[in-house]
């Protein structure tokens, strides 16, 4: 933050001023994401825009690319819930799928998620199970609660999941590992892009009159080389290349292009033309 500028997020207008998360040293408001992920203004809108619903489709992807058929977002799944609407449904094998993404710079799981890899992921399963679990095994299907952390780790569920994707993909061994590492990749991918949107979209912005620069200055712009002599070729001289070759380079070169004409070398007559030619003569003669 510029030093004496007060700065809030554009959603729960929590300011840079209002202090640090409890008695820990972390500020309420930063410029480097952690606001952004664990704002709570933002758990149903730009979070689940940015973060969870690109991830909920790629997981759809992933399914129907191993056979599966998918519901998205199917509703009244639980008799004894209606109102519970999971993420997607495979019905060929009764299994209702939840996810959640989680912030392991959360107040609640910051100790422990610094010190025990997937803490974060395992509350988040536990709050999934503790809303689902009880209605669904009542009913006889099964529930699945998928989880991604703001720093790409999955939950070993997620990755249960993906596995049996990559059973049910195919056989052998070599089948199976092209879909691991194609959906390791991409749901890796889409979940750090996903972050990153996040936090462009809650970087905090100053309280009062201040210039806020453009996206492309703040990030910075690519800078362009400066203009001088071109650049030496590579490749043979242009004199013994094509005319139309000749032609375009010269266009679209900085220094003017000296077009000299390819040397053709005189063609030697074939013995039967000689032949010919003599028995011409001895004709005439």
């Known amino acids: 933050m510029t030093l004496g500028r007060v700065f809030i997020c554009p959603r729960c207008k929590v300011a840079s001023n209002s202090g640090c998360i409890g008695s820990s040293s972390e500020p309420n408001l930063d410029i480097f994401g952690n606001h952004a992920v664990r704002c709570p203004s933002a758990s149903g809108g730009p979070r689940t825009e940015f973060w969870h619903d690109p991830l909920v489709l790629m997981w759809e992807r992933l399914a129907r690319f191993a056979g599966y058929k998918v519901g998205h977002e199917a509703r009244n ?48 399963i536990a709050d999934k199970e503790s809303k689902w679990k009880a209605h669904v095994d009542a009913q006889g299907d099964v529930f699945l609660a998928i989880v991604h952390e703001d720093g790409g780790r999955l ?78 070729r590579m490749g043979p001289p242009l004199s013994s290349q094509p005319l139309w070759k000749t032609a ?38």
């Open 77 to 124: 799944l639980v008799l004894s819930a209606p109102g519970l609407r999971a993420d997607f449904f495979i019905p060929e094998i009764n299994m209702i799928v939840d996810l959640r993404t989680a912030v392991t710079c959360d107040k609640q799981l910051c100790v422990k998620a610094a010190t025990a890899p997937g803490a974060a992921a395992e509350a988040g």
């Open 155 to 232: 939950s070993d569920t997620a990755k249960d999941l993906l596995h049996r994707f990559a059973r049910h993909f195919g056989i052998s061994p070599t089948d199976q590992s092209m879909f691991m590492s194609y959906g390791l990749q991409r749901l890796h991918a889409i979940s750090q892009k996903g972050v990153a949107r996040l936090s462009r979209a809650l970087r905090p912005v100053p309280s009062g009159a201040a210039h806020i620069p453009s996206p492309s200055l703040r990030f910075g712009a690519p800078i362009r080389r400066p203009a001088g002599s071109a650049l030496a």
């Open 248 to 285: 375009a380079i010269s266009r679209l070169s900085t220094r003017p292009v000296v077009v000299q004409p390819l040397a053709v070398p005189p063609a030697a007559p074939s013995p039967a033309l000689v032949a010919a030619v003599a028995l011409l003569e001895n004709v005439a003669a």
